[in-house]
C-alpha cells in the first residue's frame, strides 16, 4: 500500500515538473529597431533612409552647382568679349592716331615748303648750270648779283610773313583759335603779367598783348599774356 503511493507521488511530480517547465515564459517578441540597435552595439553600421530635409539639401546642392556651372559659362563669355573689345579699340585708336598725324603732316608740308624757298639762294632760269638739286638750277651769288641788304632783309621779311600765314593757317584747320584781348580782363583766358596806369583806358582792361593765347576747341591751350590798366 504505501508502495503504490510512493509511486504514484513520484508520478504526479513528474507531471507537475512537465508543466512548469512547459509554461515558463519564454520572452517578449524582438521590437523594431532592437535589431539596429543590436548591430550598433556590435560595431557594424545600422542601414538607415534619407530624411527629408537631406534630400532637399541634395537638391539644392545639384540645382547650386548647375547655377554655378552657368554662371562661369557666362563669366568666360563677358571676359572674351571685352578682350576682344579691348583689342578692337587699341586697334581703332592706332589708326585714329595715326590718320591725325598724317592729316596734320600734309597741313605742314606746304609751310615747310615755304621755309625752303625762304632760305633757298636765288635761281636762275638760265646761266651756268651749278649746284643743280632736283629740278632747280641754283647758283651761287657772285659780287654783281648781291642783292642790296635792305632789299634781302625785305626777302626775307615776306618769306617768314608767308610761312606764318601758312603755319596759322594749317593750325586754324585743326581747330586752333586765337583769344581775343579786346575788352576786360579775363582770368579764364588772361594771364596778368603787368597792371600799369594808362590814360584813356578803363582800370581792369588790357591795354597790350606780350604773348598770343590760343584754345583748342573748348579748351585752353595757352592763355593770352597781357598787361591791364589800373
Not at 70 to 87: G, H, I, P, S, T
Amino acid at each position: 500500500m504505501t508502495r503504490k503511493r510512493s509511486s504514484a507521488e513520484a508520478e504526479g511530480a513528474r507531471v507537475r515538473d512537465g508543466g512548469l517547465r512547459g509554461s515558463e515564459p519564454q520572452g517578449p517578441p524582438p521590437v523594431a529597431g532592437e535589431s539596429g540597435a543590436r548591430e550598433a552595439a556590435e560595431g557594424r553600421p545600422a542601414p538607415s533612409e534619407p530624411t527629408a530635409p537631406e534630400v532637399d539639401l541634395a537638391q539644392r546642392l545639384v540645382q547650386a552647382e548647375a547655377q554655378r556651372d552657368e554662371y562661369l559659362d557666362l563669366l568666360q563669355r563677358v571676359k572674351a568679349d571685352f578682350e576682344n573689345y579691348r583689342k578692337r579699340a587699341a586697334r581703332d585708336q592706332e589708326r585714329l592716331i595715326a590718320h591725325a598725324h598724317e592729316r596734320i603732316v600734309r597741313e605742314l608740308i606746304p609751310v615747310l615748303d615755304d621755309l625752303e624757298r625762304a632760305a633757298k639762294p636765288p635761281v636762275r632760269d638760265s646761266g651756268p648750270r651749278e649746284g643743280v638739286q632736283g629740278n632747280r638750277v641754283e647758283v651761287p651769288l657772285t659780287q654783281l648779283d648781291a642783292p642790296e641788304p635792305q632789299d634781302e632783309l625785305e626777302a626775307v621779311r615776306a618769306g617768314v610773313q608767308l610761312v606764318e600765314k601758312s603755319l596759322r593757317k594749317a593750325l586754324e584747320k585743326e581747330g586752333l583759335r586765337e583769344i581775343e584781348t579786346d575788352g576786360p580782363f579775363d582770368p579764364h583766358v588772361h594771364e596778368a603779367v603787368l597792371a600799369q596806369p594808362r590814360d584813356g583806358a578803363e582800370p581792369g582792361s588790357v591795354v597790350e598783348v606780350l604773348q598770343r593765347g590760343y584754345r583748342l576747341g573748348d579748351r585752353v591751350v595757352r592763355p593770352a599774356r597781357v598787361i591791364v590798366a589800373q
